[in-house]
């Protein structure tokens, strides 16, 4: 799994990036570990109009990859705490170790309640989720965290061992930035293991910059401007809006 984590503190206080026989797996933003308890670069997703109060609805796409399979993506809700677990679960022990930077076999309570019941206002979990047995499975998630300044963010993202090479990454990650450029973030930042070559590839794919992190050699510090105009390409199996 592609990975964001750090063993600086439990679950993470930094976003390492690493990749490891191609797994993808980021860990948390910096922020997540203090709560213990339609522009040309963005995907084409087909929105789909959900009523809700706070929940942000305008933030649901659906999408069908070349082989037919269709993919939900959308904000997570607190009633996802059981596929959040499932999906935690399902991943690999090296997975999760990238994601988590520590043993973590599966979310604790307050590690569910922090990931599920989140504040949309200064942050965001989208989870891609696929029809299994008329059940909904999660197969990645991406977020972010509002940095103090209130101009820039943190991200994570995971993808599940079983679904690697079918760009579910690369696009969650796009609708990742949309959400945060949407939001008035001018900013999205991480950190990347310096050894995580396939990692860097996707951070300049998407536009990242990459440099050497200030206080750790073994990091690069990768960042995105979201007020630019160019970026990725669209999909090419994204569904026009109906």
């Not at 590690?111 to 200064?122: E, G, P, S, V």
Request: hydrophobic share 40%; net charge neutral; charged share 20%.
């Amino acid at each position: 799994m592609m990975n964001v984590g750090s063993g600086h503190c439990a679950p993470t206080t930094q976003l390492n990036i690493s990749v490891h026989h191609m797994h993808l797996t980021f860990g948390c933003p910096r922020r997540e570990s203090e709560y213990p308890s339609g522009q040309s670069d963005f995907p084409a997703l087909t929105r789909i109009c959900v009523m809700a109060a706070v929940y942000p609805s305008e933030l649901i796409w659906r999408w069908m990859l070349p082989d037919g399979t269709r993919i939900l993506i959308r904000p997570i809700r607190p009633e996802d705490r059981q596929i959040e677990q499932e999906f935690v679960r399902d991943l690999s022990s090296e997975s999760r170790y990238f994601r988590f930077m520590n043993a973590v076999n599966e979310l604790s309570e307050g590690m569910l309640n922090r990931f599920t019941r989140i504040d949309y206002a200064r942050e965001l979990a989208l989870i891609a989720v696929v029809s299994e047995d008329s059940h909904e499975k999660e197969i990645a998630v991406a977020r972010y965290v509002t940095n103090p300044d209130g101009r820039s963010c943190e991200f994570a993202i995971a993808v599940a061992d079983a679904w690697q090479h079918r760009r579910i990454g690369r696009t969650l990650m796009i609708c990742l930035m949309r959400a945060a450029h949407s939001r008035g973030l001018q900013v999205m930042e991480g950190f990347v293991l310096s050894s995580n070559h396939k990692m860097l590839g996707l951070m300049h794919a998407l536009g990242f910059t990459v440099r050497p992190a200030e206080r750790d050699p073994t990091l690069k510090h990768v960042s995105k401007n979201l007020t630019e105009v160019a970026g990725p390409a669209l999909p090419e199996t994204a569904l026009p809006a109906a």
